[in-house]
């Protein structure tokens, strides 16, 4: 059998883990002949339901677990990991500013990202779900300065799946069989779900649908209120389909997506005008376990104001979680 692979999770007594670690340990990420080490952070307060979590992950005798690790510790949670989940994070308080919330989660992701410099594997791919995922990666990046900063990435694909599903169901074509859809920033409801590119089957998504108010004014405001809508009606925010995109996400990355696109945050080298120094969510293809931008995209007037739209939020949380 294969050496098991080391997965470090945060965030694992939470909701959203209450589904991706049992996905993780049936195999979902690394397929169904690769072992796995689990390795789970939560905080102190956390770890008596993280203890209940335990014993059903036991429970399940699942043949690819071959280790299980609980702790309060991110070094002891990061130890030679080849894979990162960075779930938990500081949700809004009663009465809590938006700037205390940039600052509270500042400090844990700067916590984290020393923990990552010093003891993850140099190879490790690194996810950051906790919100806000993109500026809590960035701020993890600048705190890991002998970790690779391309392997660290935040999710955007909860919102690239959404907006596959919505185009998939008004086109009425399968979503296996759309290309080129892209989400463009951060993941918060500015994002730009972007269909200029998107085919299904070889034609244009736009031409088979036909509608470009549709596509402005319905579509983009659902994708960007789909997180509300589902507490709204759930009570309780996403946790399956967030753990579902989290998985899509780390699987795509290392097995390869097929020249498919797909939606990643990823530390912005300057291309489409996106600032330096920001993770933000692009159209990425994987191969061999790197992921490459998507180059030379035309982008219209409509994703260049929407664009700069996102990229302007994202630039002024970051300055407002590092104090500036
Ligand atoms: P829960 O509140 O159920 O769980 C969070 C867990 O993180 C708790 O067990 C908590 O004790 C733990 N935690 C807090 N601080 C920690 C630290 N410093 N180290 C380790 N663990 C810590 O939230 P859940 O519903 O699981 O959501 C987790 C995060 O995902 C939230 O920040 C949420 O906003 C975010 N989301 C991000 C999404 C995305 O697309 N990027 C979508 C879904 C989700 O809203």
Not at 136 to 150: R, S, V
Not at 213 to 227: N, Q, S
Request: proline residues 5%.
């Amino acid at each position: 059998t294969l050496p098991a692979k080391r997965i470090a999770i945060t965030g694992a007594a939470g909701q959203i883990c209450y589904s991706l670690l049992f996905r993780i340990a049936k195999g979902d990420v690394y397929g169904p002949d690769q072992p796995v080490i689990l390795q789970l952070l939560d905080i102190p307060q956390a770890m008596e339901a993280l203890r209940g979590v335990l014993m059903e992950l036991e429970d399940c005798a699942f043949p690819l677990v071959q280790g299980i690790v609980a702790t309060d510790d991110p070094v002891t949670a990061f130890k030679d990991a080849d894979a990162v989940f960075l779930v938990g994070s500081r949700p809004r308080s009663k009465g809590m500013e938006r700037a205390d919330l940039l600052a509270v989660n500042a400090e844990i992701f700067k916590v984290q990202g020393k923990a990552l410099n010093e003891a993850a594997s140099r190879d490790a791919k690194v996810i950051v779900v906790g919100n806000p995922a993109n500026t809590n990666a960035a701020i993890l990046a600048a705190h890991a300065p002998d970790f690779p900063a391309a392997n660290i990435t935040a999710m955007l694909r909860l919102d690239h799946n959404r907006f596959l599903s919505q185009l998939a169901t008004k086109a009425d074509v399968a979503v296996r069989d759309i290309e080129k859809a892209a989400v463009w920033g951060n993941h918060s409801p500015s994002m730009f779900p972007d269909w200029s590119n998107a085919q299904a089957n070889g034609k244009a998504i736009s031409q088979l649908i036909g509608d470009e108010a549709w596509y402005r004014e319905t579509l983009i405001p659902t994708v960007a209120k789909r997180g509300s809508a589902i507490i709204e009606a759930r009570g309780a925010s996403s946790a399956a389909s967030a753990a579902n995109a989290a998985i899509d996400h780390m699987h795509d990355w290392i097995n390869g997506t097929d020249g498919k696109w797909v939606s990643m945050g990823v530390p912005s080298d300057g291309s489409y005008g996106i600032p330096e120094g920001l993770i933000c969510g692009v159209p990425v293809t994987c191969e061999g376990g790197v992921y490459t931008r998507v180059e030379g995209i035309e982008i219209d007037d409509f994703a260049r104001k929407m664009i700069d739209l996102t990229c302007a939020e994202l630039k002024d949380e970051l300055d407002a979680a590092l104090g500036r």
